[in-house]
């Protein structure tokens, strides 16, 4: 007897085979983001460059923290850093600077360095869920995927009583991501680049266990 296809919604933890299709779907997501327009303005470069770039800090950053959720149709994504564990080591910087050089070259590294100091230096430092990353495939958006792929974090998060935090480059999010309990903190302009918006959900009351 055949297993059960899975709903194409429902969430599961990004597996080792699928990160190329996963990034796949994230560097389409992302292609149009203001951040990453900045970074690599090249339209031919860019494409490639996040495929790259996704696929080596889902491989060698949040697959071993296990906080990283798919959909199960590998369409959207959700990667989450635990308490403390937001800043990558030294190891995953190094990862992640050469996925980005092959393709997009050493100005692509300088801009997206100033953009993590900017992001770094205005981290809160209360322990806190930090989403680093939620994308939905663009044909997929509107669809619930978001909702989906958030509840696990979330619903983490406020087991341990403890809030979340991310950071949007797009004002359109802020209110979506209000209607999950998020609160807008500031507002921040990357030097010489776009503006990012920074997020706060305290830890909303769980219902007690029968």
Known sequence: ??????????????????????????ARAFYDNEIWVWTVPSELRRLRTLERYYAATARHCWIPRGTAYVSADLRGAAFWAAPGRWEMSYREQLRE???????????????????DAALRNNHPSEPHWYL?????????QRSGYGSALLEP????????????????????????????????????????????????RAPQPTAPAD
């Not at 007897?1 to 990034?23: R, W, Y």
């Not at 680093?132 to 997929?140: A, I, R, S």
Request: aromatic letters at 6%; a negative charge; one cysteine or more.
């Open 132 to 140: 680093n990353t939620l994308t939905v495939d663009p044909p997929l």
């Open 153 to 200: 974090g979330l619903a983490r998060a406020d087991a341990d009583g403890i809030g979340c935090y991310l950071e949007t480059q797009r004002e359109a999010n802020v209110p979506y991501y209000a209607r999950f309990g998020f609160e807008l903190t500031d507002l921040i302009e990357i030097k010489g680049g776009p503006k990012a918006w920074l997020m706060w």
């Open 97 to 115: 600077a050469g996925a980005l050089l092959p393709s997009a070259g050493p100005k692509t590294l300088l801009r997206g360095m100033r953009v």
């Open 1 to 26: 007897m055949s297993p059960t296809p899975l709903d194409p919604k429902q969430v599961i933890a990004l597996p080792t085979e699928g990160v190329d299709a996963a990034a796949a779907a994230i």
